[in-house]
């Protein structure tokens, strides 16, 4: 090899009859190869910090000129002689890792894998369909979903928040992207091995090298119209004036398209209201769930503040019991145990909520509700005429705060198999003492 102060109109010109390989005299290890077709490629020559002497090609000429390969010279100089080993090889088993890494998509798609039957956001409501976390990454980081994760930045997931336009032709997404955020925060902590998934048995192996969403601003965080956790309850004035549109057959002054008789959404919304249960729990209730010689309706997953979802026995008042005797499905409930109780014009579960919320804002002139926001006025009902806290978590089927209570979680069960003949449950009580308060409501002038 000839040492050669290499220059442009040298390269330029340079012919050779068998291949030949000139070296730079300004920069050490830098080589330009050259064949006899006429093909000239940089590389440099450098040892790496066990001593081990390789050779990394840079690129041709002229697609980088020579200014470029001197640059690009020293850059792999110092990072060579940082490595262990064959430069070449390893960069080339980083490739195939790459190559080999999960997208984005098959990342969550993991990790809902570990994460389903544990938490409930993580948990399908329906065999095949998506759960609420899902649904939301999906949504959110759309673009960048079939990326690999570890080719994924920070500032790739900002925008992709930043970007995101809602559905709902809301004016701002910053809720939405709020909860999708916090949502795929723990994806890549369990694939990079972080906070809580940094101990053996809990973290993705082999561990990824993805950012952090703590690396991103949370965009509820400088918005105004985002509180936090929501505390709407209606108050009594609006309440005199929704619950006459609760019932069944649906009012006609909704206007709704579906026929009166077979549109349950607005008992289903007062018998929300008299249960205190999620939609979710009501739109997906059949008759097998409902024992009307106990007075006992069977959710058979509910979900929980802590822990994967579980079953909950709810024992409801004869006010209850009545509104589901009036239901058009009561007298077929033995032929149709699987039918659902509140149940589209297609026999499906009940959709276009929002449609028939806003049809009874209409018409009570009431506004700024949603349907949670049924479950949380109930439950704030029942606090101020003297239910104990206990009574109303396990009403809305959260878990039991023992310590509040100065109670024992070993005695939950503890009446499961006994007949306590006419000591009535606590919980039936409980809703029988707020139907009484919507009565009076219901009865009330508007």
């Not at 890792?97 to 389903?116: G, I, N, Y």
């Not at 399908?124 to 998506?130: F, V, W």
């Amino acid at each position: 090899m000839a040492v050669t102060a290499l220059t442009d109109a040298f390269i330029r010109k340079i012919q050779i009859d068998r291949r030949k390989d000139f070296v730079d005299a300004r920069q050490p290890g830098l080589t330009l190869r050259v064949t006899p077709t006429g093909k000239k490629t940089f590389s440099v020559r450098v040892r790496s910090l066990d001593g081990t002497e390789q050779r990394i090609t840079i690129g041709s000429y002229p697609d980088i000129s020579l200014k470029s390969a001197r640059e690009m010279a020293a850059e792999k100089r110092v990072e060579v002689q940082k490595t262990t080993g064959n430069f070449n090889h390893i960069r080339r088993k980083n490739q195939e890792a790459l190559k080999a890494s999960p997208t984005l998509r098959e990342l969550v798609d993991e990790f809902r894998a570990e994460r389903t039957g544990v938490r409930a956001t993580w948990t399908p409501r329906t065999e095949g369909g998506k759960s609420e976390a899902e649904r939301r990454i999906l949504s959110v980081f759309n673009p960048l979903l079939d990326l690999r994760a570890i080719e994924i930045s920070a500032d790739d997931l900002a925008a992709a928040m930043r970007n995101y336009n809602p559905p709902s032709g809301k004016p701002t997404a910053n809720g939405q992207c709020s909860r999708a955020r916090a949502y795929l925060m723990p994806v890549l902590d369990w694939a990079a091995g972080r906070e809580k998934f940094r101990f053996s048995g809990l973290k993705r192996l082999p561990v990824l090298n993805v950012p952090d969403m703590r690396d991103t601003a949370d965009p509820a965080s400088n918005d105004p119209s985002i509180t936090g956790k929501r505390k709407r309850a209606l108050r009594r004035e609006e309440m005199e004036k929704v619950l006459p549109l609760l019932a069944h057959p649906a009012p006609a002054c909704l206007a709704m398209r579906m026929n009166p008789i077979i549109d349950v959404r607005p008992i289903a919304l007062r018998f929300i209201l008299l249960t205190a249960a999620r939609l979710d729990e009501v739109v997906t209730m059949r008759w097998r769930d409902v024992d009307f010689q106990r007075r006992e309706w069977l959710k058979p997953s509910v979900k929980m503040t802590k822990g994967p979802p579980s079953p909950q026995l709810l024992p409801i008042p004869d006010v209850v019991i009545g509104i589901l005797q009036r239901l058009p499905g009561y007298e077929r409930r033995r032929q149709e145990p699987d039918a659902l109780v509140f149940p589209s014009s297609c026999n499906t579960e009940l959709q276009n909520w929002d449609r028939i919320t806003k049809a009874i804002q209409r018409e009570s002139k009431t506004s700024d509700w949603h349907r949670h926001d049924l479950r949380r006025t109930s439950a704030s009902l029942m606090r101020l005429i003297g239910v104990d806290l206990g009574t109303i978590d396990r009403i809305l089927g959260h878990n039991i705060d023992h310590d509040r209570e100065g109670t024992s979680r070993a005695l939950d069960n503890y009446l499961a198999d006994l007949d306590m003949g006419d000591v009535e449950d606590p919980q039936r009580t409980a809703l029988s003492k707020l139907a009484a308060v919507y009565a009076k409501l219901t009865a009330s002038p508007s």
